[in-house]
């Protein structure tokens, strides 16, 4: 997989930051957070939007601050210690305190599916990680595309996973000026069935080449 763009990590960020009201509010609806557009810019610039739940409020705000942090920060690594991070930011005040940037210990259901995620053990998803960064042979377009189905299949936290994995992969696209991944409104009803496809099956082939061929946002420089 080629990249669709080659900006340079401050054109990239010029980019996200310039488009990252929208981005929030797909990356909400993706996890079933029902806010409008115009409700997150309101809640994005700090004001008050009646109606809403509490939690979708948090929620919204935790996504600006996450992506501040992965905008902000370009001297962090790609392991095991950000995806904590990230669930820590993501999901602040959203599950108990104890959960937060912690793998979960519980099994999990999938909606959708009678699939069920194994049980995370933390050296094994940093040697998965570990692997999965070192393919050498392939571009960070497509890494970052892997890193972030890896990440959801897994579900190693409790909850937020789709909202930290599209973050771990945008840090990677990001910091390489490759664009930004965000799944349209139009596009969530595809991707959410073929995601449960690939929870089934494990081959993301299918599912990787239709994100990179829908889903990266960006401009020709």
């Not at 409008?36 to 739940?53: A, C, F, H, K, S």
């Not at 094994?124 to 070192?134: F, G, M, N, S, T």
Request: hydrophobic letters at 40%.
């Amino acid at each position: 997989m080629k990249a669709k763009f080659h900006l340079t990590r401050e054109q990239n960020v010029f980019v996200a930051k310039r488009n990252i009201v929208d981005y929030i509010w797909k990356s909400a609806n993706l996890e079933g957070i029902k806010v409008t557009y115009p409700e997150t810019q309101v809640i994005y610039d700090g004001g008050i939007v009646n109606g809403l739940t509490v939690n979708n409020i948090i929620a919204i705000v935790n996504l600006k601050y996450s992506w501040q942090y992965i905008l902000e920060n370009d001297k962090l690594d790609y392991d095991f210690k950000l995806l904590c991070h990230l669930h820590k930011f993501t999901c602040d005040k959203l599950v108990l305190e104890r959960n937060l940037g912690k793998l979960r210990k519980i099994p999990v259901r999938i909606s959708g599916t009678s699939w069920k995620p194994q049980i995370p053990v933390k050296s094994e998803i940093q040697e998965e990680l570990k692997e999965l960064l070192h393919q050498t042979n392939k571009t960070k377009t497509e890494l970052a595309i892997e890193i972030m189905l890896w990440i959801m299949r897994r579900q190693m936290f409790i909850d937020g996973n789709k909202r930290v994995a599209m973050l771990f992969a945008n840090k990677i696209m990001i910091d390489n000026g490759c664009g930004i991944i965000t799944i349209s409104q139009q596009n969530q009803p595809v991707f959410l069935k073929k995601l449960i496809t690939f929870y089934e099956t494990g081959d993301s082939t299918d599912l990787k080449q239709w994100i990179y061929n829908t889903s990266i946002d960006g401009i020709d420089l």
